[in-house]
Nanobody
Framework: QVQLVESGGGLVQPGGSLRLSCVGS????????MGWYRQAPGKQRELVAT???????RYADSVKGRFTISRDNVKNTLYLQMNSLKPEDTAVYFC?????????WGQGTQVTVSS
């Protein structure tokens, strides 16, 4: 098992940047897949980006070229660097870890993009 705690959300103007962090309660270097998902009001949760244990990345088309997923195994932390933010990026962002048949979620952090 792993507990995940996100931080770094907030209010930012269109075109701005934020970096989200997700700290794991255990070593994350061996976790099969870690990722970020988001859920906007009235919408289903959707994939934003994933990062496998061999550093393969995957991004939603809507964030390609703007968002970057990375991790620091020493700090047991997953990051999401978000640049050129748009109002449609407004959502609660969730950290996710898949380990074998288990799937674990953080509590989420709110990102609001508005002028």
């Amino acid at each position: 098992q792993v507990q995940l705690v996100e931080s770094g959300g907030g209010l930012v103007q269109p075109g701005g940047s934020l970096r989200l962090s997700c700290v794991g309660s255990r070593n994350i270097f061996s976790i099969d897949i870690m990722g970020w998902y988001r859920q906007a009001p009235g919408k289903q949760r959707e994939l934003v980006a994933t990062l496998t244990s061999d550093y393969t990345t995957r991004y939603a088309d809507s964030v390609k070229g703007r968002f970057t997923i990375s991790r620091d195994n020493v700090k047991n932390t997953l990051y999401l660097q978000m640049n050129s933010l748009k109002p449609e990026d407004t959502a609660v962002y969730f950290c996710n870890a898949k380990m074998g048949v288990g799937m674990y979620w953080g509590q989420g952090t709110q990102v609001t993009v508005s002028s």
